[in-house]
């Protein structure tokens, strides 16, 4: 316990803020369809969500050791650098999820902690070879896998129910989306939750608590299973309803076919070690959905936005998680304090000005712009 300092202390707990974040941020990856299409009351799917992404994160760490001995030096990393990155990825989480855009939490943590070791230990401190093959192929490759697969899925649920009564299919698939979305939430946690096992892991290395390429300790699989289950609790509703009812007009059978094509994705994905994005495969999935279904409409102007979110996400992570090193790297302790007040700060006017517009599981299903045209519009001056 001597390696654990102060600052290591400080980098931990920001850590599990980080995955606080990101729980309540992703909350709608899980369970936005479900919610639309009402086959789970938006309390419990989020109470499902919390426990499931707990159980998940003690399935796996192979994604927790290519963060931790991947795509940064950590012969080179110091926890003020960790601090820098984490305050970039929390800033960037809590600015998206004020307007409702589902960006890459992950995305966000990386480009955080790649900002903050570029400034603080120069270029060669990060390994751009693993970030291409670990980060930035599985970021363009996986969001187009989950959308044909749920492109194709959607096509062929509503080919083989065709002739059957609409009341059944619906509660059929319901059913069946409990099932999905439970899925993915277990494999958010087998993903996402190794993200901020692996930051801790590697502020240890870098305090000498731990070896060269070693794997988090239980204690610290622990803390982040909670931390982002919590988060999850919590319900990001504001991109739940941009998720659930933004994009597309979700029915059930698009819902199962969605979760199930990035429960597929996402588990293989973590079973190989590749840190991709949760978000940009969920949306994917619910894209490939509403496009494999006749008379659904995309909502491409929302999908335009969120694309642009994704492209800017690791850049402007990586902008404030290096303007944060540079400031601890010359102020040293009296930097990190400044640079965790102003984050503090900030973090707490994003929470204010939110309250103003709030977003919460009794409203979540309310506001939507995607309309289906069943019949033709009366003419006017024709009675209601």
């Given at each position: ?20 974040t990101n ?6 990856n ?7 299409t ?26 927790a ?13 110091t ?9 970039g990825a929390?800033l960037?989480?809590?600015?998206t ?14 480009g ?12 060669h ?5 693993k ?14 896998v989950?959308?044909?697969?749920a492109?194709l ?20 698939f ?25 930051v ?50 979700i ?12 429960t597929?994705v996402?588990?293989?994905s ?30 491409w ?9 994704w492209?800017?996400?690791?850049p ?12 601890v790297r010359?102020g ?15 973090a ?10 709030p ?10 712009g ?15």
């Amino acid at each position: 316990m001597d390696h654990i300092t102060f600052l290591v202390a400080v980098v931990i707990v920001t850590a599990l803020a980080f995955d606080f974040t990101n729980g309540f941020h992703d909350t709608a990856n899980a369970m936005a369809t479900s919610i639309a299409t009402g086959a789970l009351a938006p309390r419990t799917a989020v109470l499902i969500s919390g426990v499931l992404n707990v159980v998940g994160a003690f399935l796996s760490t192979e994604v927790a050791k290519t963060i931790s001995g991947g795509i940064v030096d950590d012969t080179l990393v110091t926890p003020g650098m960790i601090f820098a990155g984490l305050v970039g990825a929390i800033l960037w989480n809590l600015l998206t999820w004020l307007v409702g855009l589902p960006s890459s939490s992950s995305h966000a943590l990386f480009g955080g902690l790649i900002g903050a070791v570029w400034v603080g230990a120069g270029s060669h401190g990060v390994n751009f070879d693993k970030v291409v093959e670990k980060v930035l192929v599985p970021a363009v490759v996986s969001p187009v896998v989950a959308g044909v697969a749920a492109l194709l899925a959607t096509y062929l649920a509503y080919r083989l129910t065709d002739r059957a009564r609409k009341e059944s299919v619906t509660k059929g698939f319901r059913v069946g989306q409990i099932a999905s979305a439970s899925l993915v939430s277990l494999a958010h946690g087998t993903n996402d939750a190794q993200k901020t096992m692996g930051v801790i892991t590697l502020t240890l290395i870098s305090a000498g608590a731990l070896g060269h390429d070693a794997g988090p300790p239980l204690w610290v699989i622990a803390s982040a299973g909670l931390a982002i289950g919590l988060g999850t609790y919590l319900g990001g509703w504001r991109i739940i309803r941009t998720m659930g009812k933004g994009l597309t007009e979700i029915q059930s059978p698009q819902g199962f076919a969605a979760e199930t094509a990035s429960t597929t994705v996402i588990l293989t994905s973590a079973h190989l070690g590749f840190a991709l994005s949760t978000t940009q495969v969920a949306s994917g999935s619910i894209l490939g959905a509403g496009l494999g279904r006749r008379l659904a409409e995309v909502r491409w102007g929302v999908a335009g936005r969120m694309a642009v979110a994704w492209l800017v996400t690791l850049p402007a992570a990586a902008l404030v998680g290096g303007l944060a090193a540079s400031v601890v790297r010359s102020g040293g302790d009296l930097g990190t304090a400044v640079v965790a007040l102003v984050g503090a700060a900030l973090a707490a006017a994003i929470v204010i000005v939110s309250r103003r517009n709030p977003v919460h599981a009794h409203n979540v299903n309310d506001a939507h712009g995607v309309t289906i045209r069943t019949e033709p519009p009366a003419k006017v001056g024709t009675a209601a």
